[in-house]
């Protein structure tokens, strides 16, 4: 098993294993450039039937920062999938034994080590060795940075059929032998991003879902009919998992700010300034909902609903500057 992993939790699963394969390759990028150049950022405001309560996501569906980040560092990219759990652990072993870590999509609910309980199907995870009993494995700092599980348990975290979830996924990286300079690469990766999120196809996404949140979210303590264990909860998510709060602004944010170091431009000074400012409103509009959960008081996710009115038009102005970084 390697002992020279070097193995740094992030604070998002998919850019901290990314980190992790990526340095094995000699290329340290911060994990900010990594979900930038990814074109990670997004909004998605998702409710249905099946869910118990609304999600809120702030970041695009799992796995596709991956192949953005692959296609824009020009990265190879091995994505291994099978139905077949012999098959899949051959996958895995196969690359550990050669001395290189893999990248696993799974379900973090069987993990063991796993601080809360919830059925995730789009966790990320670097492995790095195994032995007769554990698997050994890179998650965020909030997990723990360097963990490991019982074999038993990764199995069944792979094996794991439900919304985003993929069939034992696991993926290598094997970079160029010189990356280009990151200077040419962040302009199409930020304009890229830029346009996805001002033109989505569907109402609830992008700009247009940040608005709809901020209609629909005044009417969480109707939504539930447990509001103190609800909002709190997706508050929680919020600021600590990033799904549709500061986290992952607060990882552009300072993803812009590394590319006004490389780029001298007023569309991308403008551009992190507002997610700067974003980035402090989400923030606030978590601790309005957790408080109208605890308090049960609705004046208080009428507040957040009005700060997501906000964030709708500040993160629209924000990409629409963004976009013009090929002007």
Known sequence: MRTDIEARGGEHCETTALGVLLRDQGVDL??????????????????SKSLGFPFLGGRVKPFELTRNLAGTLELELLVQETTSPRRAWENVAGSIDAGHPVGLQLDSYYLEYFSSKVQFGG????????????????DTDQQGGA???????????????????????????????????????IVPAITR??????????????HRGIEKAGKLVPRWLQRTDDPRRDLPQA????????????????????????????LDSTHLRTGHQLYGEAAALWT????????AGESGDAQYVVKAGALLD???????DAMQALSRLNA
Request: hydrophobic share 45%; aromatic share 10%.
């Open 193 to 206: 991003c830029a346009d996805a999120f001002l033109h989505p196809p569907i109402a609830n996404v992008g």
């Open 147 to 185: 963990v490991s599980t019982s074999l038993s348990s990764l199995a069944e975290a792979r094996a794991a059929r439900g919304p985003m979830t993929a069939k034992h996924r696991s993926f290598t990286l094997t970079a160029p032998r010189e990356l280009r300079s990151l200077a040419v690469q």
């Open 30 to 47: 911060s994990e900010a450039m990594l979900f930038g150049l990814g074109s990670g950022l997004s909004f998605i405001y998702w409710d």
């Open 284 to 291: 606030e509009v978590a601790a309005l909902i957790s408080t």
């Open 310 to 316: 906000d964030l709708a038009r500040i993160e629209r």
């Open 235 to 262: 508050a929680l998510l919020m600021e600590k998992a990033g799904t549709g709060g500061a986290l992952f602004r607060n990882l552009y944010r300072d993803f812009l700010g590394e590319c006004t170091n490389l």
């Open 123 to 138: 966790h990320v995870v670097a492995m790095y060795g195994y032995d007769d009993q554990n698997a050994y494995l890179v």
